[in-house]
């Protein structure tokens, strides 16, 4: 019984061969979208700043926020709020211990990623 | 033989050695954000487009003011834990500590840089204001 023999087991749970799942892409999204709000924070902060010096710093960073780039930047930011928002909201209630099996913990994945643009395509109609 | 109780042996020898207290706090300032990040949503976005008096007159007005400088306050002590918990993840040693130091002053500069903007946006329309009368 010393040489037990040695059975090839897959390292689990690895990227390179974790099937992508609704509830694990979502969650690594959450991740994503809360880190990278940082880049339209900044910018939205360059701007109420230049708004408070002077007219000359103000065209230059209104202009930067209102080109393409700031176009680009805030609606995706949007986006990303709204998906952090709900995929938070998901947070509070797995944390009341609730919503773990599996149908439920699907939907509430569904209703971040088709909610976050509901809210978004809403937000940018209303503002 | 150590006479340690088995809650004694494991005290302090969590991943994080503070405990919940981390995630504690991201679960009360997601409550606060919660509130917050609407409404200030709806009035950033009117302002945003809008001419530098427009702007200026939008974020002298105190609900405008209060509502930002909370919603970046408790945004950016949200960010700074949150990324910490992402280095945490994925850094180890120096590199970690590397990272989550430029975290937290990265939001604590966002923070100062927001006070102070909402700050002199506030004068500006109180001399504006007085100007007018």
Same mark, same amino acid.
């Given at each position: 019984?010393?040489? $037990?023999?040695?059975?090839?087991?897959?390292? =689990? +749970?690895?990227?390179?061969?974790?099937? +992508?799942?609704? %509830? =694990?892409? %979502? =969650?690594?999204?959450?991740?994503?979208?809360?880190?990278?709000?940082?880049?339209?924070?900044?910018? &939205?902060?360059?701007?109420?700043? &230049? &708004?408070? %010096?002077?007219?000359?710093?103000?065209?230059?960073?209104? $202009?930067?926020? %209102?080109?393409?780039?700031?176009?680009?930047?805030?609606?995706?930011?949007?986006?990303?709020?709204?998906?952090?928002?709900?995929?938070?909201?998901?947070?509070?209630?797995?944390?009341?211990?609730?919503?773990?099996?599996?149908?439920? $913990?699907?939907?509430?994945?569904? $209703?971040?990623?088709?909610? =976050?643009?509901?809210?978004?395509?809403?937000?940018?109609?209303?503002? | 033989?150590?006479?340690? /109780?088995?809650?004694?042996?494991?005290? !302090?020898?969590?991943?994080?050695? /503070?405990?919940?207290?981390?995630?504690?706090?991201?679960?009360?300032?997601?409550?606060?954000?919660?509130?917050? #990040?609407? #409404?200030?949503?709806? #009035?950033?976005?009117?302002? @945003? !487009?809008?001419?530098?008096?427009?702007?200026?007159?939008?974020?002298?007005?105190?609900?405008?003011?209060? @509502?930002?400088?909370?919603?970046?306050?408790?945004?950016?002590?949200?960010?700074?834990?949150?990324?910490?918990?992402?280095?945490?993840?994925?850094?180890?040693?120096?590199?970690?500590? !590397?990272?989550?130091?430029?975290?937290?002053?990265?939001?604590?500069? #966002?923070?100062?840089?927001?006070?102070?903007?909402?700050?002199?946006?506030?004068?500006? !329309?109180?001399?504006?204001?007085?100007?007018?009368?």
């Amino acid at each position: 019984m010393a040489e $037990a023999k040695r059975v090839e087991r897959p390292l =689990s +749970p690895h990227l390179q061969i974790y099937r +992508p799942q609704l %509830t =694990s892409v %979502t =969650s690594i999204l959450t991740r994503i979208t809360g880190n990278a709000l940082i880049v339209g924070v900044i910018l &939205a902060v360059w701007w109420l700043l &230049a &708004a408070a %010096t002077s007219p000359a710093y103000f065209e230059t960073a209104n $202009a930067v926020a %209102t080109s393409w780039f700031g176009d680009l930047v805030f609606t995706g930011s949007l986006w990303a709020v709204w998906y952090h928002y709900l995929a938070g909201l998901r947070h509070l209630i797995w944390d009341s211990g609730k919503g773990f099996d599996l149908p439920t $913990a699907e939907k509430l994945g569904w $209703a971040c990623v088709i909610g =976050s643009v509901v809210l978004t395509v809403i937000t940018i109609v209303l503002v | 033989m150590r006479y340690l /109780t088995a809650r004694k042996r494991a005290e !302090g020898k969590g991943a994080s050695h /503070t405990g919940t207290e981390h995630h504690w706090y991201m679960t009360a300032s997601a409550v606060g954000l919660a509130f917050l #990040v609407p #409404v200030f949503l709806f #009035v950033f976005g009117r302002a @945003l !487009g809008q001419s530098q008096e427009a702007v200026i007159e939008t974020f002298s007005h105190p609900f405008p003011a209060i @509502l930002t400088a909370l919603t970046v306050l408790i945004g950016m002590r949200h960010f700074a834990k949150g990324a910490q918990m992402m280095i945490e993840d994925y850094a180890r040693g120096t590199m970690r500590k !590397g990272l989550v130091i430029l975290a937290i002053s990265i939001s604590y500069a #966002v923070t100062a840089v927001a006070f102070y903007a909402l700050a002199k946006m506030t004068i500006i !329309g109180f001399i504006l204001g007085a100007m007018a009368h």
